[in-house]
């Protein structure tokens, strides 16, 4: 039986670590991806603030389910040491918080420069993954606007060419929408072997709206009982990004936050075959 573990990115909802946990948990949601707390990026908390978020996950009986880093939301042309500097920071934090997982991305491209910049993209996905392997920790790629891996063929470029169990997919439905890419039709068949890590949020084809799961062009439905057929157990991350959606992060609110795990809630309740934690 499949097995959906519930996830949020908390800082959708408040700068303050407490307060996005309190949120969470209060909607039985005890697990966090954290991107950022306190107004910092999760790579730019200092160890004060790393113990500051080890004894908040504990007090509020919450676990990490991976480190929401930018890494790879950078421009191509940057020295290849300004991601592997950072990247050394992601492991740190993760080992202190204890996840295997780290989120990145592909770098973002000139437009219509793709096929001149591949290799270079998978010489530094190579690298990345290889220091993460190195530190017991596995990164998952996630598709997004303006990066490499945007379009489902080039995600599976990466993925094929790194070929690495210890560089999976982060499947963003939403992302491909406004892309005009239907996830369901266009991406899932090319991908789902590597899908190892699924962000929840939904979108419009029309005009590329976010909305909460089950309200948009997405097919959320679709991929939970893809996930079922496949077996899946892993983290079903929230990011709804119902207020603000920009390119380092989102915004929704508590209650954009609760309308959102309510929503793919909802969903989940409708499919047999499944168990969420």
């Not at 209060?26 to 991806?33: A, W, Y």
């Not at 793709?114 to 270079?120: G, L, N």
Request: hydrophobic share 40%; charged share 30%.
């Amino acid at each position: 039986m499949a097995e959906f573990v519930l996830s949020a990115f908390g800082d959708e909802v408040d700068d303050d670590l407490d307060k996005q946990l309190s949120v969470l948990t209060s909607e039985q949601v005890h697990h966090l991806e954290l991107r950022g707390a306190w107004g910092r990026n999760v790579l730019d908390l200092d160890a004060a603030q790393l113990k500051r978020a080890k004894d908040a996950l504990r007090a509020h009986d919450c676990s990490l389910s991976a480190i929401g880093s930018p890494i790879g939301k950078t421009d191509i042309t940057q020295p290849r040491e300004l991601e592997l500097e950072r990247l050394d920071r992601a492991l740190h934090a993760a080992d202190v918080l204890g996840t295997r997982l780290i989120r990145v991305f592909s770098f973002y491209i000139p437009k219509g420069e793709a096929v001149h910049y591949r290799a270079e993209v998978m010489e530094r996905m190579a690298r990345l993954t290889e220091r993460a392997r190195a530190a017991g920790m596995r990164l998952v790629h996630e598709n997004e606007r303006g990066i490499y891996g945007d379009l489902p063929e080039r995600c599976l470029d990466i993925l094929a060419t790194v070929n690495s169990p210890d560089l999976r997919a982060t499947f963003d439905p939403a992302n491909f929408i406004v892309d005009k890419i239907r996830p369901m039709e266009q991406a899932w068949p090319q991908l789902a072997d590597y899908v190892t890590h699924v962000h929840v949020k939904d979108a419009r084809l029309s005009d590329g709206s976010i909305r909460p799961a089950g309200e948009g062009d997405g097919d959320l439905p679709g991929l939970l009982k893809a996930l079922i057929e496949r077996d899946y157990h892993g983290f079903l991350t929230l990011e709804p990004h119902l207020k603000v959606a920009g390119p380092y992060g989102g915004l929704s609110g508590e209650d954009g936050m609760r309308t959102a795990i309510h929503a793919l809630r909802k969903l989940i309740d409708a499919l047999p075959g499944v168990t969420v934690k």
